[in-house]
């Protein structure tokens, strides 16, 4: 699975857009960008994933680049509870390997 | 719709102790199981996955086992335990079609003293 590089940490102001970076440049050809995040003492969260195209769903996009080699999650409208551990990882679907991810903090 | 459990919540036990955590998804058939577990700050780690009932996958060498007696019943042993198993545990699931998102259970915080 391919190994993804995030920032440590970000902070967000409340109501602004949050946009998280993440680096997979040895990304295979079959392997998914997936988002997952992790709310303090609770399991992860799915968010998205995508192959090549940008996606969006209720939570979040995923705006992923042409070259494959990074994405950037947008979280539109940041709120307190996004406060959270975010997780990207490259997966073909069975294994997932989650790395210490980015700590994303929202002020009010 | 589907549901996953975990228990113990919380654990606490002496070093060199066994440990026994389980797992159970309800409202799916044929998931595929893993076990991660968080070390205080740091990231999950995978211990196992399993794809079937007896198949089971190891990611990390350790003093740690896995089970699946059961389709939807997965199982972590440890015959003695040491301080640095202590972390939270998570179990999840997923369904066997690939590219589908994993749905992690609510843990089991373990300290071993």
């Known amino acids: 699975d391919a190994k993804t590089t995030q920032p440590t940490s970000m902070d967000c102001a409340e109501g602004r857009a949050a946009n998280l970076p993440c680096n997979h440049s040895?990304?295979?050809?079959?392997?998914?960008v997936y988002w997952y995040r992790q709310i303090h003492s609770q399991g992860p969260q799915y968010i998205i994933h995508?192959?090549?195209n940008n996606e969006t769903n209720e939570m979040a996009s995923l705006i992923i680049t042409e070259d494959r080699k990074s994405s950037t999650l947008i979280l539109p409208h940041a709120t307190l509870r996004d406060t959270a551990v975010y997780y990207c990882?490259?997966?073909?679907?069975?294994?997932?390997?989650f790395g210490t991810g980015t700590s994303l903090t929202v002020i009010p | 719709s589907q549901t996953i459990h975990q228990w113990p919540a919380t654990l606490v036990q002496p070093v060199g102790s066994p440990l026994s955590l389980e797992c159970t998804v309800e409202?799916?058939?044929?998931?595929?199981l893993y076990w991660y577990r968080q070390a205080a700050g740091r990231g999950l780690q995978l211990l196992f996955y399993?794809?079937?009932?007896?198949?089971i996958s190891s990611e990390v060498p350790q003093n740690l086992s896995a089970s699946r007696p059961q389709d939807r019943q997965f199982i972590l042993s440890s015959k003695k335990l040491l301080l640095s198993d202590s972390g939270f545990y998570l179990c999840?699931?997923?369904?066997?079609?690939?590219?589908?998102?994993?749905?992690f259970g609510p843990g089991t915080r373990l300290t071993v003293l």
């Open positions: 995508g192959l090549k």
């Open positions: 409202g799916t058939s044929n998931p595929n």
């Open positions: 399993s794809v079937g009932i007896g198949q």
């Open positions: 990882i490259g997966s073909t679907g069975n294994q997932f390997y």
């Open positions: 040895t990304i295979s050809g079959n392997e998914y």
């Open positions: 999840a699931w997923k369904r066997p079609i690939s590219y589908n998102e994993q749905f």
